[in-house]
């Protein structure tokens, strides 16, 4: 065969098997995407427009996935039920927000004093985190893909000094999730809302502090004008996972390699919030420090100590709540032995020996 002919054949028949490709996989899907953030809010909404529009740019097309802010289309915590009935194909969230539905969602999320972001996603992905997680999701019709981390999250925004642990008694705090039980058994009052109600609250003093994430997001938020003190670290939320959740039916009445946009654009996600928390960080504390002389505190030694037994032992119980929780903090803690010893000796080394420590 000459060559010339070799490549019109050549051309030809690729032309055939993409228009193949084309007539079975033409259909052109419509999706939303509810999500437990302010629209476009820094960060955590920034992303779930990102994870859309990537969806989008990696099927050429044939995903469209459309995004609504919290309140848009359901409040921040319907997100949920509403994803696993089939009202919206997708979601962004974190799962510590679903604990209703199961005491193991939030190891999925952080678990105070637990495994980084690094250590998160190493159990995640390749520690059999995913697989637990997918298995209890599969129980609502979901998919479970992580789509976003913080990395170590700030303490928290406090309109007073915490000296000791009498400083947390009676202490009316957003916390969500496992933090907000540790405070509770320290005598304070623990309460969850969604991030777009913080600022007025704390203003108005209906609650004496809250959390949120790091300076990037705080300074969004605007929360150094309703509150004196900033806490770290962010005992917590070590490295809090956003997750996407995905309508099981949905997702699998896709093509192949439809599927695997939706799943590998959410791994993109992950990677992406983590390295924009990180880089923008610094930035937002600078401004909040030096512009807005914001007064930063870190807790004191033996009130983090105190913080991190009541930790342990919250985390303990958890696995007593039900059969599943406990095949999960099996997987957990297993991994957070061998991880903390890897850690110790590698990450923590390291950073000590940086600082000259
Ligand atoms: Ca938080």
Known sequence: MQRRDFIKTLGAGSLALAGGRALADEAQYKWKMVTT????????????????ELIGEMSGGRIHVKVYGANELVPAF????????????????????????SEAAQFFSTVPFGLTAQEMNAWIYHGGGLALWNELYAQFGLVAAPAGNTGVQMGGWFNKEINSLEDLKGLKMRIPGLGGEVLQRLGGTPVNMPGGELFTSLQSGAIDATEWVGPYNDLAFGLFKAAKYYYYPGFHEPGTILEAMINKQALESLPKDLQSIVLNACKVANQDLLAEYTARNPAALETLLTRHKVDMRVYPNDVLQALRKISLEVVEELANKDKFTRKVYASYSRFYQEALRWSDISERAYLNARAGA
């Open 78 to 101: 319907e997100i949920f039920d509403t994803v696993s009935r089939g009202g919206a194909e997708m979601g962004h969230g974190s799962a510590y927000y679903w604990k209703g539905k």
């Open 37 to 52: 953030w302010p629209m476009n809010f820094p960060g955590l909404g920034t992303t779930a427009n990102m994870l859309a």
